[in-house]
């Protein structure tokens, strides 16, 4: 369980997180998402305990997180930048990780670095970016963390070796529930991996939801009637967000339960009638575009 | 066991749960057959576990499984003439959406009718076999 409270942090005057409320449950993926400069890796930063927050709450089972060994020991962070010493190969890093992480697996490393092909002997800072990236998460893995943590971790690693990192993921949180903090602009791949979804924007925390319910109070309706003037009056029940004309043919955007508009609809008759429950992509753009209906109209 | 659509815009959760039920409904999956485990499944389709066993749970609420402690979970007996509420909810919409079409093309209800007779009976035929 990892919860932030309140929490803000301010660089050189310029306020990255403010008040910000965030709740991971045990055991569940959790999708950190929201546009560029967001606060997503700050967030992150400061549950890995980087960071130190200026105000609020940072805790991992009810214990502060900055400048605790013992929470930060069953912590796997994979930050969006990596860094290593200069002449280490990956073989030399993982004896180096042992050194510091009780539950580190030889045997795991071993097999993992067998399974992404990686050289073990080779020198860390002549790996290409993706294998850097795939070494940092063989790492990482290998210390069976309670909590991953991972920054943008898929983004530039190619399909195959994706499914991989995802397979050795889900099969961690199905045998020893492990809790899981992944942020990343792939909204596809999040809608199908995690079961909760917080979108940030500007250092607050906009939405934060199990996915599923998310996705299922919130739909696009295409609607046209044979005599409109009587629907519309109809229409005003409904808790609509976004709407625009396409020609006859109405676009809604709808913040209802399913049922709700399906009984609605019973009443009013529309002679089209179309719903779709929104993408997280659809959701994301709708949430974070604001009210700027150019940014819409592309979108819908 | 089954593969699961990306590009859907149903969820992997509705997905899940109704490739079982139509498995379980084709006799796929007979009476007493035990369910892949969730770390399983969640493995072969690189999925959350957490969303195969919510799945589970509502495929168990629904009728389809039963579970036991410690040993998994299995395939219900389903009698003969059960109906699913939610398939018939679903079916009844479709079967007006299409006869709305209908209608719209310009034909007549016995017209309707008797499209709907053939299909039926075409139906019938094949399965008699």
Known sequence: ?300 | MFQLDSKSRKSIYEQVVDNIKEMILSKVLRADEKLPSVRDLSGTLTINPNTVQKAYKELERLGYVYSMTGLGTFVSKIEEGQIDEVLLLNGKQQMKNSIRELYYAGLRRDEIMDIIQEILDTRERGGAK
Not at chain 1, 42 to 49: N, R
């Open chain 1, 1 to 300: 369980m990892i919860t932030v409270k309140n929490v803000s942090k301010s660089f050189e005057g310029f306020m990255a997180l403010s008040d910000l409320e965030m709740n991971v449950k045990k055991g569940s993926i959790y999708g950190l998402v929201g546009t560029n400069g967001a606060g997503k890796t700050t967030v992150i930063k400061h549950i890995a305990g980087v960071y130190k927050e200026n105000q609020g709450l940072i805790q991992i089972e009810g214990e502060p997180v900055y400048d605790n060994s013992f929470i930060k020991e069953r912590i796997g962070y994979v930050p969006d930048d990596l860094y290593f010493f200069g002449s280490y190969s990956l073989k030399e890093m993982g004896r180096f990780y042992k050194g510091i992480y009780p539950n580190w697996s030889q045997e795991r490393f071993d097999a993992m670095v067998a399974r992404f092909g990686l050289n073990p002997n080779q020198k860390l800072t002549r790996f290409s970016k993706g294998m850097q990236k795939q070494a940092t998460f063989i790492l990482t893995m290998s210390t069976r963390p309670d909590y991953l943590i991972l920054d943008e971790p898929i983004d530039g690693l190619d399909p195959i070796i994706r499914k991989l990192v995802w397979k050795y993921i889900v099969d961690d949180v199905a045998e020893r529930e492990m809790t899981v903090l992944v942020s990343s602009h792939n909204l596809r791949e999040m809608e199908n991996i995690c079961d909760a979804i917080g979108i940030i924007s500007g250092g607050k925390m906009v939405i934060e939801r199990d996915l599923d319910e998310l996705r299922s109070d919130i739909h696009k309706v295409q609607l046209a009637f044979s005599d409109k003037e009587k629907a519309e009056g109809e229409l005003e029940s409904l808790n609509i967000l976004h709407r625009e004309h396409r020609g006859s043919v109405e676009l809604l955007i709808i913040r209802n339960r399913k049922d709700e508009v399906e009984a609605l609809m019973e009443k009013v008759k529309p002679v089209i009638f179309d719903m779709l429950p929104l993408t997280l992509e659809e959701i994301f753009i709708y949430e974070l575009g604001g009210a700027d209906d150019e940014i819409q109209g592309i979108i819908f």
